[in-house]
T-cell receptor
């Protein structure tokens, strides 16, 4: 029973355009949501987070949107850069962190 | 500035062998966790600890043991390795309070069980 789902295993975007990564969740008790980024042969690194009391959080080129009624989370990267090519995991927590399955983003020139 | 250090980076075991994956952090974090990453499965929590002497089970604890005798170290023990335990293992740590969900990960241990 996957409580946090990333339905797109991969995404390819041209450099300079917007990347939108999506995440759906089922547990209405989740109160904190995060995005992590992972390069090959490295551990995940924290990117951005949002509390359930907010619907948007920005950090530079990265913006996370939360739609609680739809139980949907998205990460927008604008503009996308080749260095953004990585696997992105969304995660949610009410107690322990539950991770999604990841989306591989490729940004091409 | 080591952060979270995992050893070894790679390991090959035979079915039935036991081993310990080491994890150490130098950030004085209270929370430490072990995850495994499998294709199509994301990161799944094996065991976690909220402080020295306190451990608890995550989503997939069977076949693994942990202990937390110090704040810095959180070893993961495989009691009798099985092919289903072939995976990449990540250790993570975080501080307490509102930042406990912002976890710092080690580089991982890639384990193959033959």
């Amino acid at each position: 029973d996957q409580q946090v789902k990333q339905n797109s295993p991969s995404l390819s975007v041209q450099e300079g355009r917007i990347s939108i990564l999506n995440c759906d969740y089922t547990n209405s008790m989740f109160d904190y949501f995060l995005w992590y980024k992972k390069y090959p042969a490295e551990g995940p690194t924290f990117l951005i987070s949002i509390s359930s009391i907010k619907d948007k959080n920005e950090d530079g080129r990265f913006t996370v949107f939360l739609n609680k009624s739809a139980k949907h989370l998205s990460l927008h990267i604008v503009p996308s850069q080749p260095g953004d090519s990585a696997v992105y995991f969304c995660a949610a927590s009410a107690d322990k962190l539950i991770f999604g399955t990841g989306t591989r983003l490729q940004v091409f020139p | 500035n080591a952060g979270v250090t995992q050893t070894p980076k790679f390991q090959v075991l035979k079915t039935g062998q036991s081993m310990t994956l080491q994890c150490a952090q130098d950030m004085n974090h209270e929370y430490m966790s072990w995850y495994r990453q499998d294709p199509g499965m994301g990161l799944r929590l094996i065991h976690y600890s909220v402080g020295a002497g306190i451990t608890d089970q995550g989503e997939v604890p069977n076949g693994y043991n942990v202990s937390r005798s110090t704040t810095e170290d959180f070893p993961l023990r495989l009691l009798s390795a099985a092919p289903s335990q072939t995976s990449v293992y990540f250790c993570a740590s975080s501080s307490s309070g509102s930042r406990r969900y912002i976890q710092y990960f080690g580089a991982g241990t890639r384990l193959s069980v033959l």
